[in-house]
């Protein structure tokens, strides 16, 4: 789960890491009113959960509450890669005398956390890795000791920052890492730190993502999730405890298991060419119940896009006759004419295919092997089945 | 011979009263699995399935000489289970177990680097040595005994494979299920090493998907070390960048774990990738 900018912020204020006294509006009237109380030169930034807002014109400088509030005007309810702006966060404008990158990580390689700073503040570090890797420095951190005092001067010294400015960055980089541990974090990210003219170390901007295994730990991060930048099948889709992503073909998927999912998936885009291809990526997960698999052939099943449905499900966990019994319940809710291919294998499969068969639906068809599967559903997909 | 499990091996399991893990128990018992015990904290003196239910790890292990564990608990207590295997020294412990944190998992897998433990997961669907035992979910009748060792990120897309090899006439080794998480116990190097070690395995089969490097670096181990015929399947081609497909590990980030990345280097170290894991028998051929 993404945070947003200010929330980030929010959550690196809570564990003393220094940010700007900024605050988020709404409306342009709230961005003036805040401009107003900060006073001075003022930023206006776009709060949308996607890189690139300063490239798509979503953060600019404001001189006066009035420009703030023309600016707010402005960026409030633009549209930045696909998703509305609804919240601008209105920051004092900085001095900046330098920028830095520093950000805490999982290392799947290592397995453990590793802490990067990089002298290139301002720019993705996946770029300033490709492009200028010799200017990222890393530190490994053992989760039994943590982020050693030793590291963060290894880091400070190795992208040549200032020793005058050792010790507050020692500290931010402890504050780092003990946010990222106790919100669960896999990425705890400013970029930049900034360096003032006054000789201040301040988080100009910051990015967290939180495991989504841990919420159930987390309530108070779970309930910062901004359910009005998803989709309305994503959220119904996480209620129910299913793996979806909407995609942009033909043929619904539901799948038991990601890896066969993405196969699925695959499968349909290798036998349908350039023009029929996946819908979703949809995994109906271990030990699936009846009412689960009914709310995901309702969830693929809204998506317009849908001109056939192919469920492929090989039991290990999950027992097929529950999910024959899943989709016949789902089909006498939600009545449908969209063609759909059946593969049913493994656990039970025999039981789940009698099930099926003795429904007698005349849309519905079988198939053995997922290339039949696959091919069945492509040209059910163009209407040829 | 095969690999990790087989019928030597003393299994016991933890979360074995709850409902998946009483479920696979049976399932286990039924294809001819050697558990020897069950733990659940506060039944301790139970019997399940003919088998003793213990408190404790430890009490268990010194009862039966289990040589082996299976995990089946809640995620959010996975950890500890975890933890307490590793320090009744179980040479091998499988995690079946999705959706631990990672934070978590980052302090077992430090944990277990200094610790006479091997682990398997976690969310994964452990392993099946055919005809000999069944640790973990795997449906046990779509294998047959072979030599064709198949490692696998993935649990239902390992039973596709195995099942084509199986109506193909080619039996197994051992199958894997190494598991999707970002951090797992043992990586496809750890077992290709195995397979490459073990005189019953002639063929191996690597099924991985999109996210992380663990392919890029058994493309590596296999064209510097592996002498037998590896044939492989990547999944996650159509997947769009960014987004994570299910497994917890399995999205491609800032342009890294691609598909089309891995599926190069594994043929470059010559391994045969099918486009559809239905060949993979013909592959082996």
Redesign the interface.
């Known amino acids: 789960m993404n945070l947003h900018e200010y929330q980030s912020k929010m959550r690196f204020a809570k564990f003393g890491i220094p940010v700007p006294m900024g605050r988020v509006a709404t409306t342009p009237q709230e961005a003036y009113e805040i401009a107003r109380e900060l006073g001075g030169t003022v930023v206006v930034k776009a709060q949308v959960l996607v890189g690139g807002r300063g490239k798509a014109g979503g953060v600019k400088l404001a001189h006066s509450p009035e420009e703030a509030e023309q600016i707010a005007n402005q960026i409030l309810g633009m549209e930045i890669k696909g998703l509305i702006v609804r919240r601008v966060l209105i920051d004092p404008a900085a001095n900046i005398a330098g920028e830095i990158y520093l950000g805490v990580t ?1 290392d ?2 290592a ?3 590793v802490i990067m700073a990089s002298s290139e503040g301002g720019v993705e570090i ?1 770029q300033v ?1 490709r492009e200028k890797p010799e200017a990222i420095v890393r530190e490994h951190i ?3 000791l943590g982020l050693r005092d030793y590291q963060a001067r290894n880091l400070a010294s190795g992208i040549n920052l200032p020793r005058e400015h050792w010790k507050a960055f020692s500290r931010i980089a402890t504050a780092l890492y003990n946010c990222y ?1 106790a919100s ?1 974090a ?1 990425l705890a990210e400013i970029n930049p730190l900034v360096i003032t003219a006054e000789g201040q170390l301040i988080a100009l901007d910051g990015k967290m993502v939180i ?4 919420l ?2 987390q309530p108070e991060l779970a309930e910062m999730r901004d359910v009005e930048a998803e989709a309305k099948e994503t959220i119904q889709a996480r209620a129910a405890g299913l ?1 979806y ?1 909407k ?1 942009d073909g033909q043929i619904g998927c539901m ?9 699925t ?6 036998y349908g060419g350039d023009d029929v ?2 819908a979703n ?1 949809l ?1 109906i ?3 699936a119940q009846a009412d689960k698999v009914a709310t995901a052939l309702r969830i693929i099943l809204s998506d317009p896009n849908v001109k056939s449905v192919l469920f492929n499900i ?4 999950t027992r097929c006759d529950e999910v024959a019994r899943g989709i016949l319940q789902a089909l006498s809710e939600v009545p449908t004419t969209v063609p759909m291919v059946i593969r049913l ?3 039970n499969a025999k039981e789940g295919r009698e099930i099926i068969e003795n429904a007698r639906i005349p849309n519905l068809h079988s198939a053995e ?3 039949e599967a696959a091919q069945k559903a492509v040209a059910a997909a163009k209407g040829a089945l | 011979m095969a690999i990790l499990v087989d019928k030597n091996t003393r299994l016991l399991v933890q979360g074995i009263t709850g409902r998946e893990g009483s479920f696979h128990s049976e399932q286990m018992i039924a294809y001819g699995t050697n558990i020897v015990g069950g733990v659940t904290p506060g039944k301790g003196g139970e019997w399940i399935l003919g088998k003793p239910v213990f408190d404790t790890v430890k009490s268990a292990v010194e009862a039966t000489e289990a040589n082996a564990t299976i995990i089946y608990v809640n995620a959010a207590f996975a950890a500890d289970a975890l933890f307490e295997a590793i320090d009744a020294e179980i040479p091998l412990i499988v995690c079946i177990t999705e959706g631990i944190p990672v934070q978590d998992m980052m302090k077992v897998y430090a944990y277990l680097q200094h610790s006479k433990s091997r682990l398997i997961g976690p969310n994964c669907p452990g392993l099946l040595t055919p005809n000999q035992a069944k640790v973990g979910i795997m449906p046990g009748y779509i294998a047959k005994p072979g030599n064709v060792g198949v490692v696998s990120k993935s649990g239902t897309l390992t039973y596709e494979v195995v099942y084509a090899l199986t109506q193909a006439g080619l039996g197994q080794s051992t199958c894997i299920g190494i598991g999707g998480d970002p951090i797992i116990g043992t990586s496809f190097v750890d077992v290709l090493q195995m397979f490459e070690e073990d005189p019953e395995t002639e063929k191996v089969v690597l099924i991985g998907e999109i996210g992380g490097r663990a392919e890029i670096e058994a493309a590596e181990y296999i064209r510097k070390h592996m002498t037998k015929p590896v044939a492989g399947f990547i999944a996650g081609r159509s997947a769009p960048e960014g987004t994570r497909m299910g497994h917890a590990g399995a999205i491609v980030e800032g342009g890294e774990g691609t598909a089309a990345e891995k599926i190069e280097a594994l043929r470059a170290a010559g391994v045969r990738i099918a486009d559809n894991p239905e060949q993979i028998p013909d592959l082996l051929r």
């Not at chain 1, 998936?265 to 290798?270: N, S």
Request: zero cysteines; hydrophobic letters at 35%.
């Open positions: 999982n799947r390689a397995g453990k956390p996946e890795a053992d989760p039994f541990t669960d896999t495991d989504d295994n841990a159930f730990r793996s992503v995609l799948v038991n298991g990601a890896g066969l999912a993405m196969t998936m695959d499968m349909t885009k290798l291809g996946p990526f995994d997960g271990g030990g090989f039991g290990g966990i294998n493994g656990t092997t997922l290339t």
